[in-house]
């Protein structure tokens, strides 16, 4: 019964192509996160969903479109994937908006290569 | 938001106390920190978290002193299973603003 899931654990692809990633958390969670982490091991917030509607939004290149169906998913599309998009994705979820203080449960990752 | 740095690495012994301190000059009032442990090919998992002063929890405590420029991350008597990477998160009350730490790689030896 995990609690955070992602879908694949690791994906290997060609520069050019177009990926997604899937995120599901059945915590009954209001809010999820879209994370990268570099092979420096930084961790960078990317995207985050409240119920379906996005609340933050970084500095990203636009090829980065996340997507959330219902609250219990987000997932992750990637298009014209580059080399510098090889990273680690975690998808995380908390029962409210980081702004209440609230606990993030993070999922096992996406491990995306780009050769 | 409060540029957030950590020491890279440290290394430790079984048994031994170990204080992981994080530095945010920039903190705002509002404000409050949280600490990550991340294993291997893991998610980063919650430790504790605290707003200021001291935060004791069964597995850490957190040490935040009056200017809140810092924040220690206190383990007692680590064993093996401590090595991990250890990472504070700034984020910001009644906003949706935050920021990890760079993350400190711990090693515990026996």
């Known amino acids: ?115 | 938001l409060a540029k957030t740095t950590q020491p890279i690495s440290m290394d430790s012994y079984e048994g031994q106390e170990v204080n992981i301190t994080c530095s945010h000059n920039n903190i705002a009032t509002n404000d409050y920190i949280t600490w990550y442990q991340q294993f291997p090919s893991q998610g980063p998992r919650f430790i504790i978290q605290g707003y200021k002063t001291k935060v004791t929890n069964e597995v850490a405590s957190l040490f935040i002193p009056a200017d809140r420029k810092s924040s220690t991350l206190s383990l007692p008597r680590v064993s093996l299973s401590d090595t991990a990477v250890y990472y504070c998160l700034v984020a910001r009350v009644n906003t949706d603003k935050l920021i990890f730490g760079t993350g400190t790689r711990l090693q515990v030896f026996p």
């Open chain 1, 1 to 115: 019964d995990t609690a955070v899931s992602q879908t694949p654990k690791y994906l290997v692809t060609q520069m050019g192509n177009d990926k997604s990633i899937k995120c599901e958390q059945n915590l009954g969670h209001d809010t999820m996160y879209w994370y990268k982490q570099d092979s420096k091991k930084f961790l960078k917030i990317m995207f985050s969903y409240n119920n379906k509607e996005l609340i933050i939004n970084e500095t990203v290149p636009n090829r980065f479109s996340p997507k959330s169906p219902d609250k219990a998913h987000l997932n992750l599309h990637i298009n014209s994937l580059e080399l510098g998009d090889s990273a680690v994705y975690f998808c995380a979820s908390s029962r409210f908006r980081a702004r209440e203080q609230e606990t993030q449960y993070f999922g096992p990752g996406t491990r995306l290569l780009v050769l």
